[in-house]
């Protein structure tokens, strides 16, 4: 079974940076995609950032320049810098490991307000 445990969301002003670790356990394919979505309320769930275990990254939009994935295969680990942030970028965020199945952490609130 594959568990999903994600740490590191707060309240930060704008402006500030946080960042979200997301520790995989379980069995785990050597090829997977680990990603990190975003939920504000009142909003479809969407894609923050990518990164494949080849080390292939990809972007929403409106975090490029701002936000950066990055991820550690010995330790199944994903995390996600996060600076400049906006009150904009205020949800909970999710980890995601994508291998034959899809998986989801529990979520972590952002909060981004002065």
């Known amino acids: 079974q594959v568990q999903l445990v994600e740490s590191g969301g707060g309240l930060v002003q704008p402006g500030g940076s946080l960042r979200l670790s997301c520790a995989a356990s379980?069995?785990?394919?050597?090829?997977?995609?680990m990603a990190w979505y975003r939920q504000a309320p009142g909003k479809p769930r969407e894609l923050v950032a990518a990164i494949t275990s080849g080390g292939s990254t990809n972007y929403a939009d409106s975090v490029k320049g701002r936000f950066t994935i990055s991820r550690d295969n010995a330790k199944n680990t994903v995390y996600l810098q996060m600076n400049s942030l906006k009150p904009e970028d205020t949800a909970v965020y999710y980890c995601?490991?994508?291998?034959?199945?899809?998986?989801w952490g529990q979520g972590t609130q952002v909060t981004v307000s002065s």
């Open positions: 995601n490991l994508e291998m034959t199945s899809l998986y």
């Open positions: 379980g069995s785990i394919l050597s090829f997977n995609v």
